[in-house]
């Protein structure tokens, strides 16, 4: 069973186990003559949407690419965990709302045995349900079902507040059912809001896991030829597919043939072992004489002393025009990236002043 299938498969588990639920809801609501019951039954039925959701989102995201869609339709299931995150946060607000009713006027609810039974029913398995859900989910990373799931275990924190309030009404007489409310209202809300961080940020392009770019890295290390990788940048169009590049370093001496040959291998490599489209690019690096090892030495200890520069790579001494060609990524914090190019250049030449140099700033940040 491939991920998709699984990720469906689980939506279809949700459905099923709402549907019984809810069923049961309205068979005891209908014989204990209970609207709130009855009610209840009809909100665990609205909870079908979360997984019918992710069913759709994961069935166009399967969709192969076309010609507007050259990347694949992956993303909508981002688009689908937003969704979700969205039903969530709307609502914990109509939660808010109808426990502010409650503060503002305070009634005195029953409970009987009846209702202290669906009450604690609905709490276990709705805790079954979303632990899950939301483990199906991390584990095959959808965020559509992390989001389900935690869908799932809210209604659980919100039906557990039911069932504490009940024991303090039968225990003491008084009633906390509407500032209980708030406060649970409240967490839903700012969790539906965390849940929105995780598929806005894959859309808006985030920086893929650092464990990633090492084993990238030391993946591309092993190959004959490779003296260094470098800017390594990808990009998520869905769970399955990554696309990218990466810079590799060579000898001066390579040939366009083997070059060819290499960048084939370690494109092959990639796509077999972590399902990344990468291009290669190339960095030469001298293999000349001992002036040349010495200047590319003074030059990164002169770099390496510059604080608001984290990383230089890509040296390379052209010798009949005497120009030096090399990539800068500065700090994070550093704002006036043009400023600090102009102070780093000045440096470079009034140290070196019988050399050109050809310095570019790399906003790489996934390096």
């Not at 068979?27 to 665990?44: P, T």
């Not at 009633?175 to 940020?201: Q, R, T």
């Amino acid at each position: 069973m491939n991920r998709n299938q699984q990720i469906i498969r689980t939506s279809l588990i949700g459905i099923l186990a709402n549907v019984l639920l809810a069923s049961f809801k309205a068979v005891v609501g209908f014989l204990a003559g209970s609207i709130a019951i009855v009610m209840d039954a009809v909100n665990n039925l609205s909870d079908v949407f979360s997984s019918v959701v992710t069913i759709i989102g994961t069935r166009y995201s399967a969709r192969p690419a076309d010609r507007k869609h050259p990347f694949g339709h992956g993303r909508i299931e981002y688009l689908s965990a937003i969704v979700i995150a969205v039903f969530v946060i709307a609502a914990g607000i109509t939660s808010l709302i109808e426990s502010g009713k409650k503060v503002l006027h305070p009634t005195t609810p029953e409970y009987t045995t009846v209702t202290l039974t669906v009450i604690i029913t609905a709490i276990v398995v709705k805790l079954i349900l979303g632990r899950y859900v939301k483990s199906t989910g991390e584990r095959l990373q959808s965020d559509a079902l992390i989001a389900s799931g935690a869908d799932a275990t809210f209604d659980a924190v919100v039906t557990l507040g039911t069932l504490v309030s009940a024991v303090i009404m039968l225990v003491w007489h008084f009633s906390i059912d509407g500032i209980l409310g708030v406060l649970i209202s409240l967490l839903i809300i700012k969790a539906g809001i965390e849940m929105l961080a995780s598929p806005v940020n894959q859309i808006l392009g985030t920086r893929i896991s650092q464990e990633l770019i090492t084993n990238i890295k030391d993946e591309v290390k092993t190959f004959d030829g490779v003296c260094g990788v470098f800017d390594v940048i990808m990009h998520t169009y869905g769970p399955d597919t990554i696309i990218g590049s990466l810079h590799i370093s060579v000898l001066d001496t390579t040939s366009a043939i083997e070059i060819h040959k290499l960048t084939h291998r370690i494109s092959h490599r990639l796509m077999e072992k972590f399902g990344i489209i990468a291009t290669i690019g190339i960095y030469a690096i001298n293999s000349g004489d001992n002036l040349t090892t010495q200047l590319q030495q003074q030059v990164m200890e002169m770099t390496a002393e510059c604080p608001d520069i984290c990383q230089a790579h890509g040296f390379f001494l052209d010798t009949e025009t005497r120009t030096i060609s090399l990539d800068i990524i500065p700090e994070d914090g550093v704002k006036e990236k043009e400023g600090l190019l102009k102070r780093y250049l000045k440096n470079l030449q009034e140290t070196f002043p019988d050399y050109h140099f050809s310095i570019i700033i790399d906003n790489n940040y996934s390096d």
